[in-house]
């Protein structure tokens, strides 16, 4: 099984995929594709040139350019979790190719977000609210880039929707709720 993980950034993905890592799950970033390739291109990894090259990539060879860089070497007998994905034709490619997938989304209202943001001091962050506000409508929705970001459109289509707008604790009830239905679902 292939769980997909999207959503806003600071949304707490990360809560959700510690989860799935401590069910045995192989943990996969989409990140860590494309920061090799900016590394090997010799440009500077950020934000903005991971997402770039993601575009590229998809104009490129197609909108599951980066979904089947990873299927190339992902054992599909096993369970992972890829993490994020950032086109809704990614997950489309994910339902066409991967017998289960399941594509779970994480959200939070954005004044909360930008708090999380601010506290976890992540160098690649943006450290304003007007930075904030501009990396987050590049990541929703782009109109005039349909081979770019799309986090809006995947949180409209993903299977299970996770707000986050909340304590911890309730996050995980959530998250424990959600994998008692894939369990039923797919075990």
Same mark, same amino acid.
């Given at each position: 099984?292939?769980?997909?993980?999207?959503? #806003?950034?600071?949304?707490?993905?990360?809560?959700?995929? $510690?989860?799935?890592?401590?069910?045995?799950?192989?943990?996969? *970033?989409?990140? $860590?594709?494309?920061?090799?390739?900016?590394? #090997?291109?010799?440009?500077?990894?950020?934000?903005?040139? !991971?997402?770039?090259?993601?575009?590229?990539?998809?104009?490129?060879?197609?909108?599951?350019?980066? !979904?089947?860089?990873?299927?190339?070497?992902?054992?599909?007998?096993?369970?992972?979790?890829?993490? $994020?994905?950032?086109?809704?034709?990614?997950?489309?490619?994910?339902?066409? +190719?991967?017998?289960?997938?399941?594509?779970?989304?994480?959200?939070?209202?954005?004044?909360? #977000?930008?708090?999380?943001?601010?506290?976890?001091?992540?160098?690649?962050?943006?450290?304003?609210?007007?930075?904030?506000?501009?990396?987050? *409508?590049?990541?929703?929705?782009?109109?005039? +880039?349909? !081979?770019?970001?799309?986090?809006?459109?995947?949180? *409209?289509?993903?299977?299970?929707?996770?707000?986050?707008?909340?304590?911890?604790?309730?996050? !995980?009830?959530?998250?424990?709720?959600?994998?008692?239905?894939?369990?039923?679902?797919?075990?």
């Amino acid at each position: 099984m292939i769980i997909g993980i999207c959503g #806003r950034i600071a949304a707490g993905k990360e809560t959700l995929t $510690s989860f799935l890592r401590n069910k045995g799950f192989q943990y996969h *970033e989409s990140s $860590s594709l494309l920061k090799k390739e900016l590394e #090997r291109l010799g440009k500077e990894i950020t934000r903005t040139n !991971m997402q770039d090259l993601a575009d590229e990539w998809r104009n490129k060879d197609g909108v599951g350019a980066l !979904m089947k860089k990873f299927l190339e070497k992902l054992d599909l007998n096993e369970n992972h979790i890829i993490d $994020s994905l950032r086109n809704a034709g990614e997950a489309d490619f994910m339902k066409k +190719n991967c017998k289960d997938f399941i594509l779970i989304g994480v959200d939070a209202p954005q004044k909360i #977000r930008f708090k999380r943001l601010v506290e976890r001091g992540k160098e690649s962050d943006p450290k304003t609210w007007e930075e904030f506000v501009k990396v987050d *409508e590049r990541d929703n929705f782009d109109a005039s +880039n349909p !081979m770019g970001q799309q986090t809006g459109k995947l949180l *409209e289509i993903a299977d299970f929707v996770i707000m986050n707008d909340q304590d911890l604790e309730k996050a !995980m009830k959530e998250v424990e709720k959600i994998w008692e239905e894939i369990k039923e679902k797919c075990f």
